[in-house]
């Protein structure tokens, strides 16, 4: 019993450092098998202190939260880092074009120190943070805003940002796979990703360890299609060796 109570431990733990977590992970990293953590979970669950999810497990929202705030909480520190990082080969006057999530989001309070920039994006939560201070001009594209995210998406707000050309195309990532490159669960999304890529000199893909190895719906880019992935933790040897093939630089940040 007192085995079970540690695991618990360990499994809430896990949870609480990641957001989100896989029971195929949770295995691996309690070095136990798929069916026991599978049983570990089942209490936890079903005194609501976990939600169950397609083949993982998430804390619930807190009350009243939106799902981009809740994800916002998710693996902060690592998003915190690798923002900073991504922050920190931007300067003062540049110019960056920058999709809707959460990452990106901590991208644009790490650009709260620059001056005189400007910003392209479909997300209102990196335009409000950026508009306004520090001499910078923020460009947002138009056209219905999502309910759970606060962008817009369509056809306007990719023919919007199609007009700019800017030194820094910055883009999250839903999913990283070995075989096809980064990858979103949204069509949308998707299609807007890839138009922001499509228009920087320098172009970046940042995103936090636990979406390597997982396969999205839409594919937004091979690896040859972008120059540089910024992360807080060396990804897996397939998708290290697909990016090296592809010629993308991988920075991975303190």
């Known amino acids: 019993m007192a085995n079970h109570s540690k695991r618990h431990g ?13 029971i195929a992970r949770l ?18 669950q079903a005194d609501g202190t976990v939600l169950k999810m397609h083949g993982a497990i998430g804390l619930p929202a807190l009350a009243g939260e939106a799902p ?30 920058l999709d809707t999530g959460t990452t990106t989001s901590f991208l644009a309070r790490e650009l709260l120190g620059h001056r005189r920039l400007t910003i392209v994006t479909n997300s209102s939560d990196i335009a409000r943070t950026l508009a306004t201070v520090n001499g910078n001009k923020v ?12 962008a817009a998406f369509g056809v306007s707000a990719i023919e919007f940002v199609g007009r700019f050309t800017v030194t820094h195309a910055v883009i999250s990532a839903g ?3 070995a075989a096809h490159g980064v990858m979103d669960y949204d069509l949308e999304e998707a299609e807007f990703a890839r138009m922001v ?19 999205g719906l839409v594919q937004v880019a091979p690896f040859s ?30």
């Open 27 to 44: 295995a691996e990293k309690l070095g136990v098998s798929l069916e026991t953590v599978r049983r570990d979970v089942k209490p936890l």
């Open 139 to 150: 460009y947002m594209a138009g056209g219905e805003l999502r309910s759970d995210s606060g």
């Open 10 to 22: 360990d499994i809430l733990k896990l949870v609480q450092d990641e957001g989100t977590v896989t």
């Open 225 to 254: 299609a972008f120059g540089e992935l910024v992360t807080e933790r060396a990804p897996p040897k397939d998708v290290a060796d697909a990016l090296a093939a592809g010629g993308a630089r991988l920075i991975v940040a303190a």
């Open 197 to 215: 890529l499509s228009r920087g000199s320098r172009t970046v893909v940042v995103t936090d360890h636990t979406k390597f190895g997982r396969q």
């Open 68 to 97: 981009f705030e809740r994800r916002m909480r998710e693996n902060g520190d690592a998003k915190r880092a690798i923002a900073r990082a991504a922050a920190a080969t931007i300067r003062d006057g540049d110019s960056v074009m």
């Open 175 to 177: 999913a990283v796979d």
